[in-house]
């Protein structure tokens, strides 16, 4: 299967989960790409200042894989800078919360799928 870039729908979102600024989020897969494992695979782009703010992960997990800029993330009370080449994993059930610090875009890859029983 190919999937043309051209054909992936580009949302941005205001004050994603009450974070600041916008979000812009690129849709790679979804569920039925994903073969019912996962619901996204995509790119995520934040200006800077902007956030997604803290929000729970209650039927699946994150991994997020940074490619450009500077941030945190915010895990369990705990405040972690992030740059190219840093990866994080919300785990099912945990809470996180992503921050462009820096001057440039933050841009990451962002995995989110279904935890199994």
């Known amino acids: ?7 992936c729908q580009v949302e941005i979102i205001p004050a994603m989960k ?6 812009e ?3 790679i897969l979804g569920d039925k790409e994903l073969f019912h494992t ?3 695979f995509g790119k995520g782009v934040l200006k800077p200042g902007c956030s997604v703010g803290l929000h729970a ?6 991994i997020c894989y940074f490619l450009k800029g ?3 993330v915010r895990e369990r009370e705990r405040l972690e800078n992030v740059g190219p080449g840093d990866c994080t994993i919300t785990a099912y059930g ?8 820096g001057e440039d875009d933050l841009e990451y890859i962002v995995l989110v799928l ?3 029983e």
Request: proline share 0%; hydrophobic share 25%.
């Open 94 to 101: 945990d809470s996180h919360e992503i921050i462009n610090t």
């Open 38 to 40: 996962g619901r996204l």
């Open 114 to 116: 279904y935890q199994k």
């Open 25 to 27: 989020l690129k849709h």
């Open 1 to 7: 299967m190919l999937l043309r870039n051209v054909d």
């Open 70 to 72: 500077k941030g945190q």
């Open 57 to 62: 992960h209650k039927e699946d997990f994150e």
């Open 18 to 23: 009450g974070g600041k600024g916008d979000f």
